[in-house]
């Protein structure tokens, strides 16, 4: 039970600090305050310079600061229960973004925490909203992650790009629908 209380409690401070994403004080301020549980200084360190860079106004020091949270997620520093909150911070800023290179090292990063963690359909579902907006290779990871979570409530979300006009995107979808089917929950 109470580990389930601080799993809500870090994952509503991340979205309290992403929903404040533009109101670059009161985001970081949300963050130093939060308990996040990670295990040393440096992991803390680095999560909170990766965290305070996301508000940057500079696009290349966002880009950086999401690669360094997929460093983050790549390393020891997250396990099954402390990871969600960072792939959904990581989800929205692939949704909200401007810049696509900021976009894409996002969508880069949850695709390679699905290699350390497990992460349900529901923290990354809110892609489905942005992809209208993104480009074939942007679309084509997201089909990915759809996939990764091998939730079979996926493949609504996934179906619709199965016959899209660019070759890598189908080829995506369809890799994405086997890996659902594959992983016997499809």
């Not at 404040?20 to 009161?26: I, L, T």
Request: net charge negative; glycine share 4%.
């Amino acid at each position: 039970m109470a580990d389930e209380w601080q799993r809500h409690h870090v994952v509503t401070k991340v979205v309290e600090a992403v929903d404040a994403f533009y109101d670059v004080q009161r985001g970081v301020a949300i963050l130093r305050d939060s308990e996040l549980d990670l295990s040393d200084t440096l992991h803390r360190n680095a999560m909170r310079m990766a965290l305070e860079g996301l508000t940057d106004h500079d696009a290349d020091r966002r880009d950086l600061a999401v690669s360094a949270l997929g460093d983050l997620l790549r390393g020891a520093a997250f396990d099954d229960r402390s990871a969600p909150p960072v792939v959904e911070l990581l989800v929205r800023v692939a949704v909200h973004e401007p810049v696509t290179t900021v976009r894409e090292s996002a969508l880069n990063s949850i695709s390679e925490a699905f290699q350390y963690h497990n992460v349900a359909l529901t923290t990354v579902r809110p892609l489905a909203a942005a992809m209208p907006t993104m480009e074939s290779e942007l679309l084509a990871c997201t089909l990915y992650i759809f996939g990764a979570t091998h939730d079979p409530r996926a493949c609504p979300l996934i179906d619709p790009f199965l016959g899209h006009p660019d070759r890598d995107v189908r080829e995506e979808a369809e890799r994405a629908k086997a890996e659902i089917t594959a992983s016997g929950r499809g």
